[in-house]
């Protein structure tokens, strides 16, 4: 039997709600190929696009000398919301 708020949050059009319900409520392994197919989407569909399309050339948001105090808008906060989406990331050092 299928649960209707699941197959909600399992819906294609917000790849982001989609990525984290598969890992954080399915426990599904982040290497299964649909979870990584929603995390790759989430840098294509949705929420992530939209907010990178914002960015400054520089690669700050706002104002880019008050990347913390512009509360909830500046690029602090901005990368805050980024990382909560389940968007991939790669470290890089030097």
């Not at 649909?34 to 989407?41: G, I, L, P, S, T």
């Not at 929420?47 to 914002?54: E, H, K, M």
Request: proline share 10%; aromatic share 10%; glycine share 6%.
């Amino acid at each position: 039997m299928s649960d209707p708020v699941i197959d909600w949050l399992l819906e294609a059009d917000n790849p982001s709600v989609r990525y984290l319900t598969l890992t954080s409520l399915l426990h599904r392994p982040p290497d299964d190929p649909v979870c990584q197919a929603a995390r790759k989407a989430i840098m294509t569909d949705g929420l992530v696009p939209q907010i990178l399309a914002s960015q400054n050339p520089d690669g700050s948001w706002e104002v880019p000398d008050k990347f913390y105090t512009l509360k909830y808008t500046g690029t602090v906060w901005t990368f805050w919301d980024i990382w909560m989406t389940g968007a991939p990331c790669r470290r890089s050092i030097g």
